[in-house]
């Protein structure tokens, strides 16, 4: 039996096991223990154990012994997985709670000083410029945990056209352009002279590139290097992204693409974010057919990720989906109902249009909309679908049913977002659906789409 024991466990464990059971055997006295977790050496597998040992008396009279094994690896397992798990998920609310009054505290301040400086046209351009980085920054964040929940729920649906890599490479490095200057770096781009055609969701491209070109200003100490680059082979595109910051150890490049992963703490990188975006890339680049790899050679040695995704097929070519140049909206004033039970989004949003020459009025739901609706007679209504009294889409479907609903393009404007959400906005007669925040430039957009009042 000691033979087998030691076959089966290492030492010292086999000869401690050995001594419990002679003690037993001797004196009778059980022993008990739980949860011992050892590497069994026989087949080279940790495993975890509740075991007790008893004597008994067998049928001549003499005594023997019998060892009870509980196997608990696989329940021990999912604790551990728990636990770690219930770790990251405090620190990632602990790094949201962080994250979001980041931008709230310079927000309020320039609040206070917008109100300081009246008539100070530079302290307010300053200001303004300010508070909109802010708010893009906490978009941003919104955005990854909208991203992050569809994910989750595998729902995350690509809206695939033929599109050239090198116009979304072209836009990433405009859209991270203003980051990369303040931090005083240096950025080489080298795009290849043919076009790099896939089948992908032009959006969710730029949203992979940007988040490794930001990663990669924002890791990088002031006035160092990001290079990016661009290249094809018979099947693939391939675009890296490579730093000269402060890099990854080794034994965290397994897990940077993993959920709610920072390997980087210092306090100083203010701008570190949730540690969920190299998360959403992956599964992002992974839904194009791709793969996504990260190289560095250490900490303070910089990173290069690398994409790759395959090219789209040469046969049934598609056109590209153009590019949409926003232009000013026309000189046309339409009349404008806006609906939100938010009085201060009702009264930002009708003081907008008015500055842009339109004719506004304000309801609070869908009752007041539909009242207002009559006498006003809107060549475009701007509502949320989120209201009391009567939402938004009920409201829509008896707009529907009037001469003036008939005749006006209706739009939602709203926080509701998801697939579904579009889907039943859709089904009561909803012609656009924006979600709030909403970018000026697609609001002009619709102004430009909408109906033309009649002369």
């Given at each position: ?114 109100a300081?400086?009246q ?19 906490m ?21 695939l ?84 910051g ?7 490049q ?5 959920m ?62 153009p ?48 009242k ?19 939402d ?24 509701w ?26 609001l ?12």
């Amino acid at each position: 039996f000691a033979e087998v024991l030691r076959a089966i466990w290492p030492e010292p464990f086999a000869s401690r096991a050995i001594d419990h059971f002679r003690h037993t055997l001797e004196t009778g006295e059980p022993y008990a223990e739980k949860e011992l977790t050892e590497q069994r050496q026989d087949i080279d597998t940790l495993e975890t154990y509740d075991w007790r040992i008893e004597r008994i008396t067998l049928p001549d009279g003499q005594y023997g012994v019998v060892c009870y094994f509980y196997d608990v690896s696989e329940q021990n397992k999912a604790r551990v997985l728990l636990q770690e798990a219930d770790r990251r998920k405090s620190e990632f609310l602990a790094t949201l709670a962080h994250e979001l009054r980041n931008p709230l505290a310079p927000l309020r301040n320039g609040l206070e000083l917008l109100a300081l400086s009246q008539g100070d046209m530079a302290i307010w351009d300053q200001t303004r410029a300010m508070m909109k980085r802010q708010l893009d920054q906490m978009v941003r964040l919104i955005d990854e945990l909208l991203d992050l929940s569809r994910i989750t729920r595998g729902s995350v649906d690509l809206q695939l056209v033929r599109v050239d890599l090198r116009a979304v490479l072209d836009q990433s490095v405009e859209t991270s352009r203003h980051l990369i200057e303040r931090q005083g770096h240096v950025l080489s781009v080298d795009l290849p002279n043919e076009p790099l055609i896939v089948d992908g969701d032009s959006m969710r491209l730029a949203q992979i590139c940007n988040n490794l070109l930001n990663n990669a200003a924002k890791y990088t100490d002031r006035g160092g290097t990001i290079t990016v680059k661009a290249s094809s082979d018979a099947h693939q595109a391939t675009i890296s992204v490579a730093d000269t910051g402060i890099g990854i150890a080794a034994e965290d490049q397994n897990r940077v693409f993993d959920m709610f992963a920072q390997v980087a703490h210092e306090h100083d990188r203010s701008q570190g974010g949730l540690g969920i975006g190299l998360n959403i890339v992956k599964h992002l680049v992974e839904q194009h057919g791709g793969r996504i790899a990260v190289r560095s050679d250490g900490p303070g040695r910089g990173s290069c990720f690398t994409v790759h995704i395959p090219l789209a097929p040469l046969f049934n070519p598609q056109p590209l989906a153009p590019a949409y140049v926003p232009q000013a909206p026309d000189s046309v004033r339409r009349r404008i109902l806006v609906v939100d039970d938010n009085v201060d989004a009702a009264a930002m949003m009708a003081m907008l249009l008015g500055k842009w020459g339109q004719e506004i009025e304000v309801a609070y739901d869908g009752q007041q909309a539909l009242k207002a609706g009559e006498s006003f007679k809107p060549d475009l209504v701007l509502m949320d679908i989120g209201m009391p009294v009567m939402d938004g889409l009920v409201a829509s479907e008896h707009m529907r049913r009037t001469e003036w609903g008939t005749a006006a393009t209706i739009v939602a404007l709203t926080g509701w977002g998801q697939a579904e959400d579009k889907e039943l906005s859709t089904k009561a007669g909803f012609d656009h659906h924006l979600v709030k925040p909403v970018e000026s430039d697609a609001l002009r957009a619709i102004l430009e789409r909408a109906k033309a009042p009649d002369s």
